[in-house]
C-alpha cells in the first residue's frame, strides 16, 4: 500500500531542492553580471585617464614629428587639463603609471620653463628658440607613444567572462 503522506512530503521536499537550485542559479548569474559591470566600470574610468595622457603626449609628439621643435604657447593650459583628466590616476592604476604621470608634468614644466617666455605686451606666451634641452624633451615625447601603450596595456585589458 502506498504511503501517500510520505509521497506528499518527498514530493514538496524535491518542489522545495529544485526551488533552492534554481535560486542558485540566479544568484551566481547575477553575481557575474555585476562582477562584469564592475569590470566595465573600471575599464571605461582607466579608458578615460588613459585618453588624458594620450592627448597631452600626441600634443607634444605631433610639434616633433612636424619637425618645428618648437614649444606649444598654449601647454601651460594642456598642462592643466592634463592634470585635470588624470586626477584619478592613483586609484585606478599602479605606482608606474602614477610615477610616468608626474615624469610627464616635469617634463612639461621643464618644456614650459626653457621653450617659452611670456610676452608681457601680448600678454601671451610665445616660443623661445629651442635649445637642446627643448630638443631633447620634445624626442622623448615624440618615443612616448609605444611605451606609453606598452605600460598601459596590463590595465587596458578588458574580456567579459562567461558564466560558469
Known sequence: ??????????????????????????????????????????????LKVYDGFEKIVQSLSIVSVFEKKTVPKNLSEKLQNFIWETKETEFLFGNEILRYKETIIDNCVLLIKDGLKFDREKGEYISKTPNDTVISL???????????SKLFRKYLNFTIEKDP
Open 1 to 46: 500500500m502506498i504511503n501517500y503522506q510520505a509521497t506528499g512530503q518527498l514530493l514538496i521536499a524535491a518542489l522545495v531542492a529544485y526551488v533552492a537550485w534554481q535560486n542558485f542559479r540566479i544568484s551566481r548569474a547575477a553575481f557575474h553580471v555585476q562582477k562584469n559591470k564592475l569590470r566595465l566600470d573600471l575599464f571605461e574610468r582607466r
Open 138 to 148: 620634445l624626442e622623448w615625447f615624440d618615443q612616448q607613444d609605444e611605451s606609453m
